[in-house]
């Protein structure tokens, strides 16, 4: 197996921070990860003055490359190490090409630069940031060997997937005076001669790629020194202060996307302050539900915010006024009044929002892939094509008509103000009463729908290893609560005296300058969470945090690693045992986890894939912090540095207290048994 990093950076571009290139750091990180072969992939440039500087320097193989800005993804362009000249020449032109921030190539000018890319070895960013488009990848396939990815746990995830490219993991290191710490990201490869045309062929068999040497993608580096990790479950024990938690600190500090749960973190200290941040955590973590649930209830606000019932009976009665008084002036109407234009109500201009809103219906169920199979099972394509086309020539018309109408109406405004300049009969008021008559339903409808939200109910329940979460609904019992859920620093205590009247309340909320309108749904219903156990009862405080652990521990399958710092500190064995043992074995199989712990219920029974025993040795005068590290059925650990320790004797001494201890609470559990 040979070990291979091809992702090194030594020029500081747009792209870096700034840095100083240290030719001694590089020898030292090529000899301390005893790599095999490397590549010098600088962002957009390719140096050759510096890259024969580098190649004389190092005791591996050195290949020639650059990272391309591909439409803001990058890849990996990796040349033989030979016709140099010729590779300086192709690649300056990416760096004309890309000279700010943001400049990128296409895959066109790829090609056009580079001529045929069979004789490259392409690597894109892939499981990684920022990664090249599934697009372009499609196009280049032919001539792609591997995807690079940002961590183990996707790496893994790659490997098990043959529909996925294969999966390689490299440093992305910036080669720099006063690095002090290497990464351990790195990628194994079984091949013969390290030539270029090699390596691509063992990088399209993923059976021939490994995160280790001798143990395939079950174990990988995770310090510089060589210390390995599972790529499952790792237990980490000890005696205390010998360096478990500083080891998982390190690994905090080292890796990246890293969810980390410390001792002592969840433990509920004061109940009546922990029970508000706990019903308030959870509801951050349902808000989606939340905003899901009053999504409708937004539209009908946005729908009846800008209606204004004052105005509109202002308006009627002017209407009813002025016609009740054109009405008594029959008799003694001038010549101008007396022109049918006089009087004449404007035609409405408003826009087919309906129409248009089932034309987007019908271009949804054309357009639809996720559900196509089944659109099609009921809906004739053909039809529905003919559907929209037909929707359109409405639209058409009907906007052409709109136009005319409002043609018509700027005539008829322009002839009725010269008339009722000339004239001294009353003039008749405009007002819409069919729009009135609807703003005034649609008002009804509206204080009808919130006062049932206000109207206490259980809106959602959700089940989650063992305890039920429960959303309810309900009327605010205060202006603190309104003021609460804003998260403003704005009184409500005016406008939620007329809670109870939903418009008016709406009114006075939108009186309030320093309210934004698009919150004002939330003001309406109260949403608020609860937490049951087995039995039906709101949760304790110990049963709190078991809830907070277990859902820290899902949230984790967003990160790239798990660590727990000892957490039987904090819960007891039956629930260690039970809940959190099942979901960190499950969880262990798509990524790394590493629980710290000095208890057998789950140093033993939770089944570890690894184990690492941390030691605190004196040699001479000095202290050593050492670590050991195997399999759980191996009969020694052995350490970095070539040391062995005997592992039944440490994991009875840290899980058990002793072996002499273990024996006496066996027979002390058989005596109680008999």
């Not at 599934?134 to 196009?139: E, K, T, W």
């Not at 409405?348 to 309906?354: A, N, Q, R, V």
């Not at 509206?446 to 009327?475: D, S, Y």
């Not at 039944?648 to 024996?663: D, I, N, R």
Request: a negative charge; aromatic letters at 8%; glycine letters at 6%.
């Amino acid at each position: 197996m040979k070990k291979i990093d091809l992702h090194l950076h030594t020029i500081p571009t747009i792209s870096d921070a700034d840095f100083t290139f240290s030719l001694d750091k590089f020898s030292e990180y090529v000899n301390s990860a005893e790599l095999d072969a490397i590549a010098i992939t600088n962002h957009d440039i390719f140096n050759l003055t510096q890259f024969h500087e580098i190649d004389d320097a190092l005791d591996c193989i050195v290949f020639p490359g650059i990272e391309v800005n591909l439409d803001n993804g990058h890849i990996l362009v990796i040349s033989e190490n030979r016709n140099l000249e010729e590779f300086q020449i192709k690649t300056r032109l990416v760096s004309e090409k890309i000279t700010e921030i943001g400049d990128s190539i296409s895959v066109d000018e790829l090609i056009q630069i580079f001529g045929d890319l069979n004789n490259y070895l392409l690597i894109p960013h892939y499981q990684k940031k920022p990664a090249v488009s599934r697009d372009n990848i499609a196009q280049l396939s032919a001539f792609i060997s591997a995807g690079e990815v940002d961590s183990p746990k996707k790496f893994i995830r790659m490997a098990r997937d043959e529909t996925e490219l294969t999966p390689v993991l490299f440093s992305d290191l910036r080669i720099k005076e006063g690095l002090s710490i290497f990464p351990p990201r790195q990628t194994y490869i079984d091949c013969g001669e390290l030539t270029l045309n090699a390596i691509k062929h063992s990088l399209r068999d993923r059976k021939k790629v490994a995160l280790s040497k001798l143990d395939g993608n079950s174990l990988f580096n995770i310090f510089d020194d060589g210390q390995q990790l599972s790529t499952g479950l790792n237990i980490i024990f000890g005696t205390r202060s010998s360096g478990k938690t500083v080891t998982l600190n390190r690994i905090n500090e080292e890796c990246e996307n890293v969810k980390y749960i410390p001792q002592f973190s969840l433990v509920q200290r004061d109940d009546a302050v922990n029970e508000k941040e706990f019903n308030d955590g959870v509801a951050r973590k349902k808000s989606n539900f939340a905003d899901k649930h009053l999504s409708p209830f937004k539209a009908v606000v946005d729908d009846v915010i800008n209606i204004d019932l004052a105005a509109n009976r202002r308006k009627v009665s002017d209407y009813l006024d002025t016609l009740m008084k054109l009405a008594e002036e029959a008799g003694k109407r001038d010549a101008f009044s007396k022109v049918a234009l006089f009087n004449e109500t404007l035609f409405d201009t408003g826009d087919e929002k309906g129409l248009s809103d089932l034309f987007g219906a019908v271009r949804l169920l054309i357009e639809n892939i996720e559900h196509r199979e089944v659109i099609d099972r009921h809906l004739n394509m053909d039809a529905l094509k003919a559907l929209a086309c037909e929707l359109i020539g409405l639209l058409w018309a009907k906007n052409l008509e709109r136009k005319k109408k409002s043609a018509v109406n700027d005539v008829v405004r322009d002839v009725k103000s010269k008339l009722h300049l000339r004239s001294s009969s009353t003039q008749v008021k405009d007002v819409d009463l069919y729009k009135v008559m609807i703003e005034h339903q649609k008002v009804q409808r509206f204080n009808q729908i919130a006062k049932r939200l206000q109207t206490e109910k259980v809106i959602h329940e959700e089940n989650i290893q063992g305890f039920k979460v429960v959303c309810k609904q309900r009327a605010f019992t205060g202006a603190g609560e309104v003021k609460g859920v804003s998260g403003r620093k704005v009184a409500f205590t005016d406008a939620y005296k007329e809670y109870s009247s939903p418009y008016q309340y709406l009114m006075l909320l939108k009186d309030n300058e320093a309210l934004t309108p698009s919150e004002f749904y939330k003001y309406f219903t109260c949403i608020e969470y609860e937490i049951l156990n087995r039995d039906g009862f709101r949760v304790s405080g110990g049963e709190r945090s078991e809830f907070r652990l277990l859902q820290e521990i899902k949230d984790a399958q967003n990160y790239d690693y798990l660590l727990i710092d000892e957490p039987e500190s904090s819960f007891d064995n039956l629930f260690l045992k039970g809940e959190v043992n099942q979901i960190l074995k499950e969880l262990s199989k798509t990524m790394p986890v590493v629980v710290v712990t000095h208890n057998s219920t789950v140093g033993a029974s939770i089944s570890a894939d690894y184990i690492l025993y941390t030691s605190k040795e004196v040699e001479g005068q000095e202290v050593v912090y050492r670590r050991y590290s195997g399999h759980p059925s191996d009969k020694e650990l052995r350490s970095v540095d070539g040391k062995t320790i005997d592992n039944f004797k440490v994991t009875l001494e840290s899980l058990e207290a002793g072996e002499g201890a273990y024996v006496e609470r066996r027979s002390g559990y058989e005596s109680i048994k008999d």
